[in-house]
């Protein structure tokens, strides 16, 4: 594991993007600005930095939690599968609604939202009470949706205010991704040292600290919202901010379609969150499961599926197909090769006993996490190129409750469904999900990437 790490480390020093080499884009945007090519690039690293150390900070908090959340309150003595569905369900109903706030009072002002109530959450989690608990799932579904649609919105919007090219876009989610499955890995080590010097809430007490810092890093931010108009966003209501966003899901069946992928392929990521641990357990392998480094290899595989997608997309905008459509045929190969991985373990537990199977279903294991590094920038890129960005913030929370009703059935299933019939079940998605994608793929002409504005 020490020498994969100190491989991707490698390779994401060497690497060079292709952002690198000056663009027509780049060419056009530097005679406009009479910028230098040094100049625009050093421009963009401070901002693509700015963003990167407040996402890695949030995301190293969040794992170190979520890592430890099972574990704590099977000490607390509590009804888990209560709390951990009204978190679910909580994001559900809110979700609808929030990214209407997010647009109308503001990215920033939300992602400051997000980390006093992440703060919050993690002071509810020092008492033993499961009224108190429940709380606290009740705001962490509040905070999840800002999580995944506040800081991304920032991001986005400011990308195209300060004037970068759009291309330029992939290298920040790619290495979103890439420091996502790091973090994770350095979230296990740190939680498991704060877990054995202050107990089963040391995590929490380390993810408050982060926390802090985020928010210290998220002050120095510049406010951006959902009008492209400066002071738009004061006369433009809350209602139809909400009612617009619902509208645009209603009638641009692209806008529909990459919620829908979304809503599957998450879906389908979550529910096997709830499964592998318990399946690797119940194989009985000989000597046991390593769940520590098992955990650290899935998140690394996480790491190398970030660090691919970038040149998977130039190599499919240069050899396969042109570069309007090469995000979403990658998407396609990876929701593919995601539901491919999945009828593994389908097809094992089915029919294979569990002495010849436990290599491959763990293999399996390692694939999908591939399949999520690679799928996170480049869902990430789809999002950009297809949702408007005044309503950014509105659609992508609207999104999140086809997601979380996905979620909890498939958390329900784990519950009734024999193990091999819930792995069907998510390979299925991912193909469903593959199949959606693929009709964006195969469109009579792909858009090219624009900012809608009024």
């Known amino acids: 594991m020490t020498a994969a790490l100190s491989f991707t480390l490698l ?25 230098t090519h040094e100049t625009l690039h050093g421009e963009f690293d401070t901002f693509r930095r700015s963003y990167l150390s407040v996402y890695l900070v949030i995301m190293l908090a969040d794992w170190m939690q979520g890592t430890h959340m099972y574990t704590l309150y099977l000490s607390y003595d509590v009804n888990i599968s209560a709390l951990f569905l009204t978190g679910f369900l909580s994001g559900a109903i809110f979700a609808p609604f929030l990214g209407s706030l997010v647009d109308k009072f503001g990215r ?27 709380l606290g799932r009740v705001l962490g579904g509040i905070s999840t949706n800002l999580l995944f649609s506040a800081f991304e919105s920032w991001m ?16 920040t989610y790619s290495e979103c991704s890439i420091g996502n499955g790091a973090t ?8 498991q040292v704060l877990e054995d010097s202050f107990g089963h809430i040391g995590p929490f007490q380390g993810a408050i600290a982060l926390t802090v810092l985020a928010l210290v890093l998220v002050l120095r931010w510049e406010e951006n919202y959902g009008e492209a108009d400066e002071g738009a966003h004061e006369s433009s209501s809350l209602y139809k901010q909400f009612t617009d966003g619902w509208k645009i899901v209603a009638s641009d069946s692209k806008v529909l379609r990459i919620g829908l992928i979304q809503a599957l392929s998450e879906g389908g990521i979550y529910t096997f969150v709830f499964m592998w641990v318990p399946t690797l357990l119940s194989m009985n392998p000989e000597g046991g499961v390593p769940t520590g480094c098992v ?13 691919v997608f970038q040149p998977l997309e130039h190599f499919v905008a240069t050899k396969i197909t042109t570069k309007d459509k090469a995000s979403e045929l990658s998407a396609v190969f990876a929701y593919i090769m995601a539901s491919l991985s999945m009828s593994v373990p389908a097809l094992c537990l089915c029919c294979s006993s569990a002495d010849v199977c436990f290599e491959k279903i763990l293999a399996s294991f390692i694939v999908i996490e591939f399949c999520v590094g690679l799928s996170s920038p480049i ?18 929370n609207i999104f999140r409750l086809p997601l979380n009703m996905v979620v909890v059935s498939g958390t329900h299933a784990t519950d009734v469904l024999d193990h091999y ?11 469903v999900a593959a199949a959606l994608q693929a009709t964006l793929a195969m469109g009579s002409q792909a858009e090219k990437k624009q900012v809608k504005k009024d």
């Open 11 to 35: 390779t994401i020093y060497f690497y060079t993007p292709d952002d690198e080499t000056e663009t027509a884009e780049e060419k056009k945007l530097l005679k406009s600005t009479h910028k």
């Open 108 to 134: 920033k002002r939300s992602c400051i939202v997000y980390c006093i109530l992440e703060i919050l959450i993690n002071w509810l989690e020092h008492y033993n009470s499961f009224e108190i608990l429940l």
């Open 156 to 171: 986005a919007t400011e990308h195209r205010k300060r004037g970068f090219p759009e291309e330029w876009m992939a290298r």
């Open 184 to 191: 994770a890995i350095l979230a296990g080590i740190l939680a």
């Open 295 to 307: 955990f650290s290899a899935l998140m690394m595989a996480i790491t190398i599926g970030g660090i």
């Open 379 to 396: 869902a990430g890129m789809l999002r950009s190129k297809y949702v408007p960005v005044r309503y950014q913030g509105a659609i992508m």
């Open 421 to 431: 019939k819930v792995y069907g079940i998510i390979s299925g998605l991912f193909l």
